[in-house]
């Protein structure tokens, strides 16, 4: 009798041929590939005061000496008292506004204005044609009926990062 030999099939074989090659390439790949080398710390260069001039500011020493006559228009007023004699502050006058923004769009505007209804805030938007057919809606505060109120407005429009401009309506 014949014995029949086992043999494997071609797929083994080359399957085997296959993940031999890609071991001898990766190892290949480990002996080119250097670990990293850490580099020495720079020497710092000793410096000199010859190698390079170090600026000197002199206005500094100048500007104490200065003085600027500014114009009389432009001193500031000492403040007056605002308060009766009764201890109330003195109402404003009802043409102090302050303005929010100017947008282009009504959607822009109705943004904004909800942000500061959300503030509690009382808000009204202004539709203005600057000129013929350039129209911008403002969106405003106001008038405040008294100095405490519009100062309330401006510290909450101010600490939501809320530009303003404040308007004195003639």
Same mark, same amino acid.
């Given at each position: 009798?014949?014995?029949?030999?086992?043999?494997?099939?071609?797929?083994?074989?080359?399957?085997?041929?296959?993940?031999?090659?890609?071991?001898?390439?990766?190892?290949?790949?480990?002996?080119?590939?250097?670990?990293?080398?850490? $580099? =020495?710390?720079?020497?710092?260069?000793? +410096?000199?005061?010859?190698? *390079? /001039?170090?600026? @000197?500011? !002199?206005?500094?020493?100048?500007?104490?000496?200065?003085?600027?006559?500014? $114009? =009389?228009?432009?001193?500031?007023?000492? +403040?007056?008292?605002?308060? *009766? /004699?009764?201890? @109330?502050? !003195?109402?404003?006058?009802?043409?102090?506004?302050?303005?929010?923004?100017?947008?282009?769009?009504?959607?822009?505007?109705?943004?904004?204005?909800?942000?500061?209804?959300?503030?509690?805030? !009382?808000?009204?938007?202004?539709?203005?044609?600057?000129?013929?057919?350039?129209?911008?809606?403002?969106?405003?505060?106001?008038?405040?009926?008294?100095?405490?109120?519009?100062?309330?407005?401006?510290?909450?429009?101010?600490?939501?990062?809320?530009?303003?401009?404040?308007?004195?309506?003639?």
């Amino acid at each position: 009798m014949a014995k029949k030999k086992s043999q494997a099939p071609a797929w083994v074989w080359l399957f085997t041929g296959i993940v031999t090659g890609l071991f001898i390439a990766f190892l290949y790949h480990l002996a080119g590939v250097r670990p990293p080398t850490r $580099p =020495e710390p720079a020497k710092k260069p000793v +410096a000199t005061r010859e190698s *390079k /001039p170090q600026p @000197k500011y !002199d206005f500094y020493n100048m500007l104490p000496d200065k003085k600027v006559a500014q $114009p =009389e228009s432009t001193r500031a007023k000492p +403040a007056q008292a605002d308060t *009766k /004699p009764d201890g @109330k502050s !003195d109402p404003i006058p009802s043409q102090t506004i302050l303005q929010t923004g100017a947008f282009r769009t009504q959607a822009e505007a109705d943004h904004r204005r909800a942000e500061l209804i959300l503030l509690g805030l !009382d808000v009204k938007v202004q539709k203005v044609e600057t000129k013929p057919g350039d129209i911008w809606h403002r969106v405003q505060l106001g008038p405040f009926e008294s100095e405490e109120k519009l100062k309330n407005a401006k510290t909450m429009l101010a600490d939501n990062h809320i530009e303003y401009m404040l308007v004195r309506l003639k």
